[in-house]
């Protein structure tokens, strides 16, 4: 079990420990079937629909996770976080049902909806520019200023155990209708998530491989496992994922990567906004672009993963303006 | 229980002898919640989300309980039906899974997807002209030519008691939750899911108040429990639910109607697409008018609803155009 979150990796008991405490405040996300998925892809597919989370994300999992454990004593400092928007609303909504103050750094040109819906939930949100300023050092300086507890997206045990929760239900949920996954994809930014799942995985259905799903361009954790060590990618390469525009994968999260993921996929920017328009026209799911990912992956890997059986793709949020939805959905989806 | 399902009305045995049939055909969609939804309601909202059923409808449920009863010897003959598009998608599906022929006449206007989706699940369409030509002529005749047994699109009681298990299903889901809803919200055009709900939640939770929703001009159903007897609209009125444009309630639903439906609410066509644009923004679901209709009613009516507790709403479909889609999602979402 963690004692130290910044350096304890996360354990299965871990996970159950943040299920037990999740109980009642996060959505058990249900297991999805589309037959048309089936059919494009030849293989039975299962979508852990985290768009239908609290707060839009899978991100809420981890941010209560590691929010609800702070002392009382430090509670009433509140807490501060660095999120480009889903970990921010999932700070925020936990931080408003705990009745803690949230200070959220977030840059400007982050998705619309994504920072309104995190000033909705009560946040402070301080704007910066991604080019000239750097999110560390703004909330570094708030939290000695303040005393607020930092909240990291992903390189925390406590937050991948939270995140770990998703792969815990998926698993388990499928173990009860006699369902093993012969793999499952997951995107990455960070890692947290995939990390999270990936040990709930090894728990409760180790013959499952795993498989990562980046943007392109940011393939940083293929890379790195490639490589067997963290490399970062290149600056200054946009995606429209601006949910999985993390540098580098978590130190933490990238031990259980090395361990547990057995290969990766990218998906360009037409293949993101494809997976969208699948999403939309067969699943009738809003997902985002970093959360079609692992959608866009399938479908452009088909025969890679129909050979394995049984398929589980988590689609990890649907925060998106209706722009770039209107912009997505106005492409045929793939057949 | 059922012989004659142009005669005898469904009781709750045929629900549950329907979902035996049902079981491992279509998706036990899962009961939905959103901290948006419940703030600007004043009250805990669930959601039952049938754009995530087979066909993106909840349609299929008595297509298959229907289709799935006709004898060997008639089978190899086929099937048709009439539809503005998602009961088409729910037989030609249906068909296709049970290995039969199916033809499906459809309004020339009903929107491309739904045409699209139809074809592409093999059934033959046979277009029609809404002013000017008769789909229950065109239908008798191909059924006449061709031995096809016709599916009615509700009013038939095996078709009402496949639609009856989404309710079956909600009032399960919410019992082993420990939830008593105060009060449904169903959209209706015959009436057939509204009629079978009913019958479901008349077994299961008989203190829930059941409420139609209709679109502002084809509230038909209300007009017609208002008058104790089945009144039409007026012809020529158009909705954007298109889905939703029976001229009248079924005989047999209405039955059903007149015994547990305790009241109704309309939504204008600018209501429908904000509900649209809020079940986007904030529940991530891709709704199509008419099946916001329930949302729609309960977010122009809060008080309400609030005043009685718990409150289940049925989204009934997700089958919309992109382009529809895209006018929806650009309007703000209602506050």
Redesign the interface.
């Given at each position: 079990m963690i004692t130290d979150p910044l350096r304890d990796l996360p354990t299965f008991a871990d996970i159950e420990d943040a299920a037990l405490r999740l109980k009642g405040i996060i959505?058990h996300?249900?297991l999805?079937?589309?037959?048309a998925l089936d059919a494009a892809v030849g293989a039975p597919v299962w979508i852990k629909?985290e768009?239908?989370q609290?707060?839009?994300s899978f991100k809420m999992r981890g941010a209560w996770n590691r929010i609800s454990r702070i002392p009382d004593a430090d509670r009433p400092k509140g807490v501060v976080a660095f999120s480009s928007g889903n970990h921010a609303q999932g700070v925020a909504?936990t931080a408003k049902v705990l009745g803690m103050k949230a200070t959220i750094v977030m840059p400007s040109d982050a998705p619309a909806?994504k920072i309104e819906s995190t000033r909705r939930r009560g946040a402070e949100v301080r704007l910066y520019d991604r080019i000239n300023e750097s999110r560390e050092a703004i909330s570094a300086e708030i939290a000695a200023r303040s005393g607020a507890t930092t909240i990291r997206p992903f390189d925390d045990s406590w937050i991948m155990a939270g995140q770990g929760t998703a792969g815990r239900e998926a698993a388990l949920d499928a173990a009860a209708m006699g369902v093993t996954f012969g793999s499952l994809i997951c995107n990455a930014s960070g890692g947290g998530l995939l990390g999270g799942v990936a040990v709930a995985f090894e728990a409760l259905s180790p013959s499952t491989d795993v498989y990562v799903a980046e943007p392109k361009g940011h393939d940083d954790l293929i890379r790195s496992l490639d490589a067997k060590k963290i490399v970062a990618n290149a600056p200054g390469v946009r995606s429209i994922a601006d949910a999985l525009m993390s540098p580098e994968p978590g130190v933490l999260a990238f031990e259980i990567h090395k361990r547990r993921v057995k290969g990766g996929f990218t998906a360009s920017n037409d293949q993101l906004l494809d997976a969208m328009?699948f999403a939309?026209?067969?699943?009738?799911?809003?997902a985002e672009p970093g959360g079609a990912n692992a959608l866009a992956v399938l479908l452009n890997n088909r025969a890679h993963f129909a050979s394995r059986g049984p398929v589980l793709i988590v689609l990890s949020g649907?925060n998106v303006d209706?722009?770039m939805?209107?912009k997505a959905?106005?492409r045929p989806p793939p057949a």
């Open positions: 959505v996300t249900p999805l079937r589309s037959d629909p768009m239908l609290r707060t839009g909504e909806a328009s939309f026209h067969h699943l009738k799911l809003v649907g209706a722009e939805f209107a959905i106005a």
